[in-house]
């Protein structure tokens, strides 16, 4: 998957010298040996430094710091670009796995009979799936659609982008999410109208989306409900480039305060609940990434998205 002699090719296509890497966790075990094989391959002393803070996304675009640092290229790693601006070139090295899903579909066939039209979706890494499912399922006389996203590869979803799959929503019976982790099907799930399976790569099971996302769904409600009564508001702005919304912070807040709401706009990387240590907030809207709601019970707080604010005078 890291091949460092690829990787290093393109960096001396760039005449890089000192480079910032960043990397999302599950990379980060081997990302010290990939960095000293780097430096090795690298002509002109290559030096290398290796961002340490979490990378879940392309948003999370460091050019500032890597560029205070004296680097002149930044190596994000096992993200696709998310169309940002940056002070110095990025290599977005995407990292996909060769995965055949064929002998899942098999035992998945028989759920998928009633849909003769399937959208296909998938991750970054996962992307080479596609082609395998596509040809299975074109087999057995399906009609197969992957949709072009406005950010990344055609099929590709991110947590906060499905347009792959809401371009197609008119016309498949049903989208068909491959990969691993519940974090972006269920959010697929949550945008898209019609139904949503998921074909787990990790669990090795086909699961029909229809009950969890009734679950999430309530469970939105219910923030929202619970926001109602709460007073004071907090309205999380990242400083991560691509989850940067400090407009519809703004709006957030000016409609809270014409319901009589006390609220505050606040400024975090990320945000964590020892950031909110000493702050008498009862609410938090989030205007950053979606992942957040996977975490809202550390927070113990209730947590809206600025879609929700208008609901809250219902
Ligand atoms: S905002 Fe969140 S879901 Fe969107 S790319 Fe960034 S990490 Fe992924």
Redesign the pocket.
């Known amino acids: 998957m890291l091949n460092v002699g690829s990787v290093a090719r393109k960096i001396r296509k760039h005449k890089a010298r000192r480079i910032f890497i960043q990397v999302p966790e599950g990379l980060k075990t081997r990302i010290l040996g990939f960095a000293r094989e780097l430096e090795k391959n690298g002509k002109r002393g290559l030096k290398v430094l290796i961002s340490v803070d979490p990378c ?5 675009l460091r050019d500032n710091e890597a560029k205070a640092l004296g680097c002149d290229l930044i190596l994000h790693l096992g993200h696709s670009d ?1 169309g940002l601006k940056s002070k110095i070139p990025v290599i977005y090295e995407e990292l996909r796995m060769d995965y055949d899903p064929t002998p899942l579909l098999m035992i998945a066939l028989n759920d998928l009979k009633p849909f003769k039209k399937i959208g296909l979706v998938t991750t970054v890494q996962f992307l080479s799936s596609l082609d395998h499912a596509r040809k299975f399922l074109q087999k057995r006389r399906k009609k197969v659609y992957v949709g072009s996203p406005r950010r990344g590869n055609p099929g590709q979803v ?4 499905f347009s792959a799959a809401k371009d197609l929503e008119g016309t498949v019976d049903c989208f068909l999410f491959m990969g691993s982790g519940t974090f972006h099907p269920l959010g697929l799930s949550m945008a898209v109208k019609k139904p949503v399976f998921f074909l787990d790569f990790e669990g090795t099971q086909l699961l029909d989306l229809k009950d969890e996302k009734r679950r999430m769904e309530n469970i939105r409600l219910l923030q929202i409900e619970n926001a109602k009564s709460c007073k004071s508001f907090g309205i999380l702005v990242s400083t991560k480039p ?2 940067m919304r400090i407009k519809t912070a703004e709006e957030s807040k000016e409609k809270l305060e014409k319901m009589g709401k006390k609220a505050w706009i606040l400024v975090a990387d990320e945000l964590t609940p020892e950031k909110l240590l000493g702050l008498q907030i009862d609410c938090i809207v989030n205007t950053a ?3 957040m709601r996977e975490d809202s019970r550390l927070f113990k707080k209730t947590i809206i998205d600025p879609d929700d604010v208008d609901k809250l005078k219902e």
């Open positions: 879940y996304g392309a948003c999370d998310f991110l947590g906060c982008d691509g989850q990434c979606p992942r």
